[in-house]
């Protein structure tokens, strides 16, 4: 039986998230406008993302898979953890300099594969770490730690104007460099906050059946991948269709951050140009509100503990898109800078729920064992509606949303309240409901 974890064994637990998601937080806020800096078409926006979702589709399910199988000194986990967390630290140092559209592309495959060779077995780590019953706390914590990171990835650049830099300093390229040290302070966040949790928070050793069951099985990547192959045709009920409301919470996503700042540009300053002040005031703008939301979903993700006990993590979960598709589409209709932050509290409480309570609701239906590749599975539906999404949107963007950014801003709003409305659908298991613990 697993021990019970007190709260602060949790978060320490959990601090590693911390530096992976201050990652992503600084590609969500500053990959397009980069892109724009180098030269890159407004419509062709969604094709320079495909690095995220592509590496997560090929590289989750596959390490998911083998630190399932992976047996060492260290732990099963702990070194994905180490690689991946170098790896990303190195191309977050890169990735302002880069001086040409192909290369920043290029940079991006690198970080988004470093970092999901680093997610997927953290997810994993909290359910091998946790009983069931402390897994809401767990998945929640490490939701409230996405939020934080996130909040300070945004806020990072807006900090460093408040502490004297010059916002319109800009490299040859046309890259802030307020941009560039955000980029630097990511590097070294991503590096030592998983060593913190490396530090405090040992894996447990595994039992001499679960060692005999692992060493039982075949070796080779052709066996590794049947056992992704096997996960996919067992899949759980429950799984499939969290599936649908992963469909459209993500493929909103992916609109809201690759065009909220071109949206901005436009409601707030009327601009497009990126060698203009207004865009580069938008960037700013985008940061902060983008900090904001992500410090609501910090707050909010312990805040959602004691909700998820009381009507479960379907009925929360559907709650909370509901907000932010309301405030999604209310976002073009806003013209002051202030008023701005209202709609960011719905969008931060989905934010909130979308990295916790999804995983709240599969961890009770998938076999202990096979935890690592059904977590890495489960990422795939992340990952592919981006790449829907990727190959989709531009298909359209001037045809049906007229070319501009606000529409797909809107487009957002409509889809999040597609999935408040397919997580309804979901069956849980009852003994999982019965497992949504206290806080403590």
Not at 135 to 146: E, K, M, N, V, Y
Not at 197 to 208: C, R, S, V, Y
Request: overall charge positive; some cysteine; glycine content about 8%.
């Amino acid at each position: 039986m697993k021990p019970h974890l007190s709260f602060w064994q949790i978060v320490n637990m959990n601090i590693g998230f911390f530096g992976i998601q201050f990652s992503f937080g600084l590609q969500q806020s500053s990959m397009s406008p980069i892109y724009k800096y180098l030269g890159a078409d407004e419509a062709s926006l969604p094709y320079l993302w495909l690095a995220g979702p592509m590496t997560g589709l090929l590289v989750q399910p596959l390490i998911g898979a083998m630190s399932d199988r992976t047996v060492t000194r260290w732990g099963r986990r702990t070194p994905y953890f180490l690689i991946g967390a170098i790896l990303c630290s190195l191309g977050l140092l890169a990735m302002p300099f880069s001086p040409t559209l192909w290369m920043a592309a290029s940079l991006l495959w690198i970080l988004d594969a470093a970092n999901n060779v680093t997610m997927e077995p953290y997810r994993a780590f909290v359910s091998d770490k946790l009983a069931p019953k402390q897994h809401s706390l767990g998945f929640l914590t490490q939701s409230a730690f996405t939020g934080l990171g996130q909040t300070l990835a945004y806020l990072t650049p807006s900090l460093l104007v408040w502490m004297g830099m010059n916002k319109d300093a800009v490299n040859g390229s046309h890259i802030p460099h307020i941009v560039i040290a955000a980029f630097m302070i990511g590097a070294v966040f991503s590096i030592t906050s998983v060593l913190w949790t490396l530090k405090t928070t040992p894996e447990h050793p595994l039992t001499p059946v679960e060692l005999a069951e692992i060493r039982s099985r075949p070796v080779g990547w052709r066996h590794t991948l049947g056992d992704i192959v096997t996960a996919v045709r067992e899949m759980p009920e429950t799984m499939r269709q969290l599936a649908w409301v992963k469909l459209f919470q993500w493929y909103a996503m992916f609109c809201y951050w690759q065009y909220i700042m071109l949206s901005l540009s436009t409601t707030l300053y009327g601009t497009t140009d990126q060698a203009s002040q207004g865009f580069r005031d938008a960037g700013l703008l985008a940061g902060q509100v983008g900090a904001f939301y992500n410090f609501i979903a910090f707050v909010g993700a312990l805040a959602l503990v004691p909700f998820t006990r009381r009507y479960g993590p379907k009925i929360t979960h559907s709650v909370c898109l509901t907000l932010a598709g309301f405030a999604m589409m209310s976002i073009p209709s806003i013209h002051s800078e202030a008023l701005l932050f209202v709609p960011m509290i719905g969008i931060g409480l989905a934010w909130a729920s979308i990295m916790g309570n999804p995983y709240v609701m599969l961890a009770g239906c998938i076999p202990p064992e096979r935890t690592g590749v059904y977590m890495g599975i489960f990422n795939m539906f992340i990952v592919l509606p981006m790449i829907i999404q990727i190959f989709t949107l531009p298909l359209y963007y001037r045809s049906l949303l007229g070319g501009n950014p606000e529409n797909v801003i809107r487009l957002a709003g409509v889809l999040m309240l597609c999935g408040a409305v397919a997580v309804l659908f979901v069956k849980i298991k009852k003994p999982q409901a019965e497992m949504i613990p206290a806080a403590a």
